[in-house]
């Protein structure tokens, strides 16, 4: 199990944003992707997802195996946080939900219904269902905010166990979140330039 | 499949009511025309079908944006779109949780309020049946329709718009029905008609829906 | 003497209702086998009406719970806005599916009833219009009431739904009054018009409506008392996850 | 039993519906009350020994 | 105040129409009407100021979750309700446009729908007149629903549930005058009473409203 | 312009979650509240503001004269975002938008619609909003969430600007802005206790 990108090329309404982007993702390695507001790391993380098509380049990934976390994170207030995190497993054939409670530290709230959250754990909720996906590639779309420290530390925990079993990660942070191991792509390099010329073709893309 | 069918049943349930609300739309716009046509019961037993027929189409249409555009707000729907079901799937359970949820329901209350219009005796078993036969179109149009619109904050009007073109059809067969069950006359060939529109939609809206959706979602 | 509002404490309340309950409950279990036993077996049939006339020991009883019902909810809610007492917010609430069912025996009888009487079970009648208005209104309080999770919340805006229905109900009443005239008399009924003709419908008629009043009053005692303990449990249930 | 004559139809159906409607009612409202005593008792008693 | 008033236009337009989408479900919904109930001009022509003032109430109530939901849910009410402008002029100015956005063109497009209707050529001048004046109450009333289903998903249904019963005595006068217009008979007395409604409603109603929208901003 | 809170006590979905909160910020001064997720810095927020009713204690401000920013920002995408802010400044009664723009950078962005931006540009909108309010106290819940770290330090100068100019700011946050100037708070030792005995009207709070 391997992600490789070769000379990406992703775009974000109309417009390019990041190119000739390259990079391999072994199993148990994590990578972490930094780059200034609106440098094109979300859009980045979607193609990856298989949420948007890239308009250039390749990936080697199968939409099977990746696990996308993003902003918004997917969970009915109606429902409790137990019941949230039952759907999300029963549709990926998973049974068992305690161990992502406990990695979140979510028992004591299980029966509280999800709308009824603060914004720190209704964070930690989102994030415990990655862990009932069963997937190996995860996308973070700055998974720690509104998390406190110990949370932050839960979080780290729970990453480092997942690459341990060989899962992967892909991360986009503006924060440091203390992944010792992981390797940082800075996305500044690839923007995308302006088309030289005036390609009357390009300016569709 | 079963536990997305489940949950949103769940939520219909809990959400205040998914089952009770699309109901009361339909009581009120059938106790409303009597107040906006006036009070004759000969003018109200004549075109109780199609006002039966109509009111039953508009809430299905109202609860419609209900289908996707909530899974789209808090990104379950991006969510959804990388689990391993394939999204025709997603959106035919969808319907399906629609029609369970808000047509069945109208199916149900349809004779009760036809007592209100003075509908004749004989037109009751044509009302359900041409109901039952038509409304499983209703949602499965109307599930496309919640598709085309998901990105759209509040399209709610605008998925009206889309999807009541594609509700002609349906109307004309489903009330023509009715009403010749209501006037005695023969049914089968507009009922027939109805059942072909029915399956036909049901067999292919799912693909275009879930087409249209992963164009959304991108 | 102790003041009124001493009742309004949600603990007095329950001991109270808790002493007055059975005896009311077991006041109107009577008063209802003997009316309606009364009204059913030993009453003699209209001249005009034929035997239809029994149906008026349930259907005037209900029609009449199912108006001071919202009337009750009216009050209660005035109370909760103005002085915030937790019991009489919560009893608008027990009262609301009280008074709906009610309506709904009004509408069910009124109609069974009209069919011989009128050819027709449903008329656009101006009462009967009402009616079915009044209970729209009972249904959307109570799905206010479901849809709103926070009870302080939805205490607030249903009393204020009350309110505001109470205004366009009487609007509508008139309205419906202009809009059409209707079938729906009284006199239709030889008792009603001359008061001294028939003490045996009118006698039995006031013990059901008596019996309905007290039916009343224990169920909304009884899903007061309901509402205030579920009240409690969730308010329990949420200070223990708090810690 | 008295003699209804033509109308027995609409006289035993209106009591039949009605007093079956306030059946559902009362049964309902008791069943609740029952319920939710009980369920609040637990609660209560394990509030109480958690301290 | 103005500047909110200017807002809310702005974004009914930029929204892809608020204008257009009332309108566009009007014209359906009154095309459909032929559909359900049969093609006879003669009934239609009984019916026809009916169902234009039915018509024109469905597409109000339609659009009336936009009024404050989505401010609702992007947080602006609530930096509104810190905002240097009492709560009961926000409501005003919501209600105020959505009568601009929505219900003005019902209003100019009524007439157009009447020929589709065939409603008789005397009956136009009050159909107008009536809906000129009865609407105002229907967004009135409908800001009044509006903020009191504000803090709940989709209240969508919920808010026709609660909206459709205050709107019957507006419904009643409003069709009665139409029909009456229609039919050549006096209109005075019930276009007196409904602009009574209208009158009573715009004066009383924004302060229930602010205070309902007190109670769900907390 | 002081703000003076006394003893307050402030409640969520009918429990109490903080209580016995005193504090006093004089003009110029900044507050940073501190606490794990869930302890109730974004209850006490909108208490301040305003928008929810304490349960107990004082609070010396005028609704008049605050800013409130949440975790929504209160922005629509279907306007520019100089329209987004001529709107608010309007509103208070304000004109000019320019400098707000320049403070977070937002010059080269203003013609694009709000809806277009990345997340931390749009956050960068939201903290603009405050400067066309012209309130002197600002109450910001978790307001450099998705910033990079050269917005966040256009926020840390906004911020002191306004408390040089006599404003006041209160912050609740999980990470560190570098506000060198700023009282830290933490709510933890003022979470709700237990009511002692079985007070059965408290319960109903
Ligand atoms: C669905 C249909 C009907 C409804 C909703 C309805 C409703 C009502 C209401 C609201 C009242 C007033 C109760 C009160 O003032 O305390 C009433 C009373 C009464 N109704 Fe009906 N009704 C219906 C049909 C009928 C029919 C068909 C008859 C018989 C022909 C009838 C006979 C009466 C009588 C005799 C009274 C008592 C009149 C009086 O004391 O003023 N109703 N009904
Ligand atoms: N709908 C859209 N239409 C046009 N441009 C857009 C749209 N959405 C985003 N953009 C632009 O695309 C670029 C990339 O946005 P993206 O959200 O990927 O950035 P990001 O790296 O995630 O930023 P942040 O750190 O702020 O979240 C930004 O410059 C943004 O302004
Ligand atoms: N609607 C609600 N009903 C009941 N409890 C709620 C509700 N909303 C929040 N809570 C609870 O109230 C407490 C305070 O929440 P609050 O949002 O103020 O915390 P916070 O300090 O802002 O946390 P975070 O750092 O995660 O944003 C939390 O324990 C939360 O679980
Ligand atoms: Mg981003
Ligand atoms: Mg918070």
Redesign the interface.
Known sequence: MELVVKELGVAR?GVRVLEGLSFVLGAGQALILR????SGK?TLL?VL?????SVAGRISVS??S???A??????????SVA?NLH??A????ERDITRALEAFDLR??Q???A???????KR?LGLA?LMV?GRPLWLLD?PT???????VALFGAAIEAHLQRGGMAVIAT??DLGLTSARVLDVTPFRARRPVGDAFDEAFL | MI??LM?DL??AV??GGGFGLGLAFFLIVVALVPFSVGPETALLARIAPGVLWLGALLACLLSLDRILAL?W????L????????PLEGIVSVKALAHWITTALPLVIAAPVLGVLLSLPAQGYLWLIVSLLVGTPALSVIGTFGAALTVGIKRGGLLLSLLVLPLYVPVLIFGAEVARRGAEGQAVQVHLLLLGAITCGAMALLPFASAAVLRVN?? | MASIWEYANPRKFLETSDRVLPWLAALAGVALVVGLVWGFFFTPDDYRQGSTVKIIYLHVPSALIAINGWLMMLVASLIWLIRRHHVSALAARAAAPIGATMTVIALLTGAIWGQPMWGTWWAWDPRLTSFLILFLFYLGYIALWAAV?DDDTAADLTSILCLVGSVFAVLSRYAVNFWNQGLHQGASLSMDKADNVANVFYLPLLVCMAAFVLLFLALVLLRTQTEIRARRMRALLARE?MS | MPELGKYAGAVLSSYGLSLLLLALLTGLSLWRARRMKAALRKVEERVKRHG
Do not use: C, M
Request: proline share 4%; aromatic share 4%.
């Open positions: 309404g780059g200034p507001n609106g979300t979607r997802a298989g949420l948007q098509p939409r099977d990746v696990a996308y993003s902003h918004a994170d997917g969970i009915k207030g109606q429902l019941e759907f999300w029963r549709l990926h054939a004591a709230l029966d509280r219904l709308g009824a959250l603060s914004a720190g754990q930690r269902r996906t700055e905010v509104s998390l406190d420290s110990e949370a503006h924060i | 536990a997305l949950r769940r939520l809990r959400a899974d707000e808090d990104g379950s991006d969510l959804l779109a990388t689990a391993p079901i979602l991108r | 999770e996850r």
